[in-house]
């Protein structure tokens, strides 16, 4: 395994949670990095992602409230999420690529992790 989440549960709306995510592969660290969702009976969807220079994107539905960060000493990536809504309830996966263009778009994966629950109640 290389990438691995965690940090994912329940909360109510309005509240925060932190994933983080952990590579064990030391080129993930230069390259681009990312968060996906995949709520129930919805589609796959980028959430944010950072590159190694630290340029970031971010879902319109996301812009504001989660912020995504990387510490290259420890080799990983975290995503920070406020003011949680329930249609944030999904389950969150990680993700690294050798481009950004390619990660936002979900295509030419390097890696994915394993994904971690994050539920929000009304």
């Known amino acids: 395994v290389q990438l691995v989440e965690s940090g994912g549960g329940s909360v109510q709306s309005g509240g925060s949670l932190r994933l983080s995510c952990e590579a064990s592969?030391?080129?993930?660290?230069?390259?681009?990095m990312g968060w996906f969702r995949q709520a129930v009976g919805k589609e796959f969807e980028v959430v944010a992602a950072?590159?190694?220079?630290?340029?970031?994107y971010y879902a319109d539905s996301v812009k504001g409230r989660f912020a995504v960060s990387r510490d290259s000493a420890k080799n990983t990536m975290a995503l920070q999420m406020n003011n949680l809504k329930p249609n944030d309830t999904a389950k969150y996966y990680c993700?690294?690529?050798?481009?950004?263009?390619?990660?936002?778009?979900?295509?030419?994966?390097?890696?994915w992790g394993q994904g971690t629950l994050v539920t929000v109640s009304s």
């Open positions: 993700a690294a690529a050798q481009g950004m263009d390619w990660l936002i778009q979900g295509i030419f994966i390097d890696a």
């Open positions: 950072m590159d190694g220079d630290g340029k970031t």
């Open positions: 592969k030391y080129r993930y660290n230069r390259g681009p």
